[in-house]
């Protein structure tokens, strides 16, 4: 296991809603990227926090939000649900430093269904 | 163009057969590559790491080729257990953000 753990794994919307989906990193990570992952697809790159701060963003929407907190652990907020939003949305915890193998550990994911 | 790309199969080999994935990237920028193994409704994780001098982990050899921008992977001996989809993963240098192929399915049968 990577220690890292997301939440809800499994969940229901429908168009219009919002949704926020949450991540633990693993104990002694300071970076997240979440990821979307369509099924067939791979994980496409939506952004990725590095002490509290976003480090990069993809080509999302900005009704795609999130946070890291003091503890490293993160959040992703969508709101305005679409059908496309449908997918896993995986979160990956890494070390950036002088050691950074670029090693990404993933949490197994919380799989959304819009309605 | 996309940045990183791949066939995604299905590739569908014996058990015992040998079986190569290419994977090609836009950026000549590149600098780090990874295999990452991702089996069915499971998280991704990393299978190896690519080093410019090519590696080895038991049956698996990784190759990275600059010129022709491209990096692959080699499974000898297939099992059952590598069924799976293998994950092309490439991160430009000074950037902290990786960016993943579409993967390619491979399927070990009996």
């Known amino acids: 296991e990577t220690g890292v753990t997301q939440s809800p794994t499994h969940l229901i919307k429908t168009r219009g809603q919002q949704v926020t989906l949450r991540c633990s990193s693993q104990?002694?990570?300071?970076?997240v990227s979440w990821y979307q992952q369509a099924l067939g697809q791979g994980p496409q790159f939506i952004f990725q926090y590095y002490r509290e701060e976003e480090n990069g963003r993809g080509n999302f929407p900005p009704r795609f939000s999130g946070l890291q907190f003091p503890n490293y652990s993160s959040e992703l907020n969508v709101n305005a649900l679409e059908l496309d939003d449908s997918a896993l949305y995986l979160c990956?915890?890494?070390?950036?430093?002088?050691?950074?193998?670029?090693?990404?550990?993933f949490g197994e994911g919380s799989r959304l269904t819009v309605l | 163009r996309k940045e990183v790309e791949q066939d995604p199969g299905p590739f569908n080999v014996p058990e015992g057969a040998t079986v190569a994935f290419n994977c090609t990237y836009s950026?000549?920028?590149?600098?780090?590559f990874f295999w990452y193994r991702q089996d069915c409704r499971k998280e991704p994780k990393l299978l190896m790491s690519v080093y410019s001098s090519g590696n080895e982990d038991g049956r698996f050899t990784a190759q990275l080729n600059r010129a022709s921008q491209y990096i692959s992977l080699l499974i000898r001996d297939s099992k059952l257990s590598d069924s799976a989809t293998y994950l092309c993963v490439v991160r430009v240098g000074g950037s902290y953000i990786p960016t993943f192929g579409r993967g390619t399915s491979l399927i070990v049968h009996p």
């Open positions: 104990s002694g990570h300071n970076t």
């Open positions: 990956a915890s890494s070390l950036r430093g002088p050691t950074n193998t670029g090693e990404l550990f």
């Open positions: 950026n000549s920028a590149s600098q780090s």
